[in-house]
């Protein structure tokens, strides 16, 4: 493999995601600290681990316990970095973003660092979290008026979601009052377009740059 990730190599990465007390996770978070690496590398490091247990359980050599247990973990990474991300670059509030995954999915660890983010750049974040239907995300357009409604879909089954939500929100007369970004791993760039959002984001970094883009700021 030869790929050395803080004294480890992608394997080593997928050994500490799959621990169960997860405790080896919030080790390797410090070290790559205290060596001077930037939070969001650390992310992408980790990812890379959950890439490969992604390619293994299609492969059928982890199951869906193992997603679970390395989910699990990536999530307690981020609490962990979380602080690490925001300091010191806040500023003042650029806009209100409501974040969700639609309705059907689960997956909320881009989405999460999407929002820690975003808030680190001084966007206010409403999160709405996993499964959210239409009649939600159309409730929190109208209730929180934010500037960028975000969604994000991980599934390929759930992805065709988003294109009813912003159906939902042309039936109430609110989709003009929102620009819409979309991610999410099977999202591209195309079906993006076709669905008629504004904006889309292959990772959390051209996610904040695209939100200040349709903000008509600077990224
Ligand atoms: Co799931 N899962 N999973 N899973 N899971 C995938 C997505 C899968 C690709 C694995 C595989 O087979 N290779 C596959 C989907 C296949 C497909 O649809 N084509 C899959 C499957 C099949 C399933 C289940 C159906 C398994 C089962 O039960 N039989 C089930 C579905 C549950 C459901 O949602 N209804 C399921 C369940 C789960 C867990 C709950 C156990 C767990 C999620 C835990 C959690 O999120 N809290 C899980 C995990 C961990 C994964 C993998 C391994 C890792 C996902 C992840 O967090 N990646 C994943 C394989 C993979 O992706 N390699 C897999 C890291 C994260 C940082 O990346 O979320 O892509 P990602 O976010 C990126 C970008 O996409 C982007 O920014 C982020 C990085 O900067 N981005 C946005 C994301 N949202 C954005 C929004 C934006 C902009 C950018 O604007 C709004």
């Not at 904040?208 to 903000?215: F, K, P």
């Amino acid at each position: 493999m030869g790929d050395k990730l803080g004294g480890l190599d992608v394997r080593g990465i997928v050994e500490m995601l799959l621990d169960f007390k997860g405790e080896k996770i919030i080790e390797f978070c410090r070290e790559r600290l205290d060596e001077g690496v930037d939070p969001y590398e650390i992310f992408k490091e980790l990812s890379r681990g959950l890439d490969e247990i992604g390619r293994g359980y299609e492969r059928g050599r982890y199951f869906t316990s193992d997603l679970i247990v390395s989910g699990s973990n990536m999530k307690k990474a981020i609490e962990f970095l979380k602080p690490h991300l925001s300091r010191g670059r806040g500023g003042p509030r650029r806009g209100r973003v409501v974040l969700g995954t639609v309705k059907g999915d689960i997956h909320d660890i881009g989405k999460s660092i999407l929002a820690i983010l975003l808030q680190a750049n001084g966007f206010e974040v409403i999160d709405l979290g996993i499964d959210v239907d239409e009649e939600s995300f159309a409730k929190a357009v109208e209730e929180w008026q934010p500037d960028i409604l975000g969604m994000s879909a991980l599934l390929t089954s759930t992805m065709p979601y988003m294109e009813r939500v912003i159906k939902a929100l042309e039936e109430r007369g609110l989709r003009d009052r929102v620009k819409i970004i979309v991610g999410g791993r099977p999202v591209t760039r195309e079906f993006a377009k076709s669905i008629g959002a504004d904006a889309y984001a292959e990772d959390a970094v051209e996610g904040v740059r695209r939100c200040l883009e349709l903000l008509g700021e600077e990224p």
